[in-house]
């Protein structure tokens, strides 16, 4: 279906990432300009040619001008090469950055409705075919230069031929034109099955364990299959449109030569075209052909790259975040609340419906409640990481959509559930996030306030130990651990903590548990708890279900008041 549908061939997004991409244009005009003397000179040769074979070989200014133009095609050759290479690297590189600082700059309800992995070869594929774009405009300009200037020589010659040669390749172009439109959409659905196809990779290679578990492989064998077979469809499709546009590029040749052979013939016998004249013009011809043919495949590949490129250039027009806002946030502390929020993720389902509540400042708010209610998105909203649909997030009396978002970031530290490990060594995730240079003294305080300074002593290499190495030797608990460590260097002013689900034994419980009381001191704290001990010693409890607040309070009011809490708290303690 989606192979179907309309694809829109808009110039606009493209034109938008080149144009914020900052490409190294002064090389690239350079390069232009060079290729054009090259050309310049290049196209003297026929007319060099054809006087030699007309009998001029002794002549010492024509075996001067021979000798100074193949000498010159050479020099000039090579260096044009590499240049335009370097060239591409450079605006490759120019292309990425830009690429990937737009998408990390993007909200997370628009990076939502691209696959993560997917994005890789945005970053990756996408900016090189970006690339071959742009200089496969240079080549269309510098092959609509060579067309007028051989045109131009033709025309001093006879204008009658060069009349006759362009009515006879006008259908041509046409012709040729028009399979680029459907190549572009071809090579659309190219780049879509091959992100596809990245993501479908790295899933399962992210889950091999379990392929192995169940006994998968051959599932999983016949599933690559149907996954790559999108992409096998749409190159199908392409080499289709190449069957056609090929040919006609060959017989552009059969085109041209004969209107120069027939209607220069023609001239010839009438006396108005001398034989060295026929010679010159059937010699440019040859010329003239190749040109038009380049010409007419640098403008599909051109249309080709624009296809491959479109996601990516559709990223670059999507609207960033506004870090920026009306006020700062250096207020004095007050309540964080929800007010009437309803939210629900990419216009789905909702997953909070009208909900309020309030976290009172300097003080442990527990949010509980069965799995799938809705606890983790609160902490998602609060840190602003989405916004709600309905309601509001609110600060005290002000709304938390008038504070400047990088300062309510900063101010917030959130410990994710799942995987809060990021990359580098264990020291670049410990101190990540903290603007300056953390000692050593903060470090070690940290790591044993957080119960991690026994875990790191028995890494490889201690804090440098690459995390990458053991990342996914580590359990959750010891992973949150981490987290923590992290948390007490940034120190931020509000937490928002996701306690992990994965069964802790009870030495690594009560390690986090500990560590999480002192975190939580004096800071207010929003914590969707699972621990009972959690529950129990935080000051407010709220409980969430389906989406809905149902009861709040302390725990023994919500525990005597409350049957579902009682039920539900009674389960957790028995797990
Ligand atoms: P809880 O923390 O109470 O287990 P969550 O807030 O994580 O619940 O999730 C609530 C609902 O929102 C679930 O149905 C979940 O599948 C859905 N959900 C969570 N994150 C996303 C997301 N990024 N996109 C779409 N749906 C999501």
């Known amino acids: 279906m989606e192979n179907k549908q309309k694809i829109k061939q808009s110039w606009k997004p493209f034109r938008h990432l080149i144009k914020t991409s900052k490409l190294p244009w002064g090389l690239y005009i350079l390069n232009f300009v060079l290729s054009l003397v090259y050309t310049t000179v290049y196209s003297m040769m026929p007319q060099v040619k054809s006087s030699i074979l007309a009998g001029e070989i002794f002549s010492p200014a024509l075996v001067a001008t021979y000798v100074i133009v193949t000498l010159a095609s050479a020099l000039l050759n090579f260096p044009l090469g590499i240049l335009s290479k370097y060239v591409d690297y450079t605006s490759q590189r120019r292309l990425r950055r830009n690429v990937w600082k737009k998408m990390i700059h993007l909200p997370m309800s628009s990076l939502d409705t691209m696959e993560p ?75 879509n099955a091959l992100s596809q196809y990245t993501n479908f990779l790295s899933e399962r290679l992210g889950s091999i364990e379990q392929i192995k578990v169940f006994s998968a492989e051959e599932k999983e064998d016949i599933a690559n299959d149907a996954a790559s077979k999108a992409r096998f469809k749409a190159q199908r499709k392409q080499l289709l449109l190449s069957l056609i546009s090929q040919p006609l590029g060959f017989s552009m040749e059969a085109v041209v030569q ?208 690459d995390i990458g190495d053991v990342g996914s030797r580590l359990s959750g608990g010891e992973r949150q651990r981490i987290a923590l460590a992290r948390m007490m260097i940034r120190d931020p002013e509000y937490l928002l903590l996701d306690e992990t689900t994965s069964s802790l034994d009870a030495k690594n419980e009560s390690q986090i548990v500990n560590a999480l009381g002192q975190l939580m001191q004096g800071r207010t704290t929003i914590v969707v708890a699972h621990n009972t001990r959690t529950v129990e010693n935080a000051d407010k409890i709220i409980f969430l279900e389906n989406g809905k607040v149902t009861g709040e309070g302390t725990h023994s009011e919500l525990y005597e008041s409350n049957a579902t809490y009682h039920r539900y708290f009674d389960q957790q303690q028995v797990v």
């Open 258 to 465: 004969g209107v120069v052979l027939i209607y220069g013939g023609a001239l010839l016998s009438q006396g108005i075209l001398t034989a060295e004249q026929a010679l010159t013009i059937f010699m440019y011809a040859d010329i003239l052909y190749v040109c038009f043919y380049q010409f007419i495949l640098c403008w599909q590949y051109f249309k080709i790259a624009q296809g491959a490129t479109k996601t990516a250039s559709e990223i670059s027009l999507m609207e960033p975040e506004t870090m920026e806002r009306e006020i700062s946030f250096a207020v004095p502390d007050a309540d964080l609340a929800l007010e009437n929020v309803t939210f629900a993720y990419g216009g789905g389902q909702k997953v909070l419906d009208n909900v309020s509540m309030t976290f009172p400042c300097g003080k442990v708010t527990a949010i509980v409640g069965p799995s799938g209610s809705g606890k983790t998105t609160v902490l998602k909203l609060l840190e602003r990481l989405y916004q709600p649909d309905e309601g509001e997030i609110r600060f005290g009396d002000i709304s938390a959509e008038k504070i400047h978002l990088n300062e309510w970031r900063n101010s917030f530290g959130m410990v994710p559930q799942n995987n809060p490990l990021l990359f580098g060594t264990v020291r670049d995730n410990i101190t990540y996030g903290v603007p300056e240079k953390v000692s050593e003294d903060v470090l070690q305080k940290a790591m044993s306030a957080a119960d991690v300074d026994e875990l790191v002593e028995k890494m490889p290499d201690g804090l440098d130990t």
């Open 117 to 191: 992995t997917s994005l890789v070869s945005r970053v990756t594929t996408d900016t090189s075919q970006i690339t071959t774009a742009v200089s496969y405009i240079f080549s269309i300009l510098q092959f609509t230069y060579t067309l007028v200037m051989i045109f131009a020589i033709i025309a001093a010659i006879n204008v009658k031929i060069t009349v006759m040669l362009i009515v006879f390749l006008i259908p041509f172009i046409i012709l040729a034109i028009l399979p680029s439109h459907f190549m572009h959409n071809a090579q659309y659905a190219i780049s």
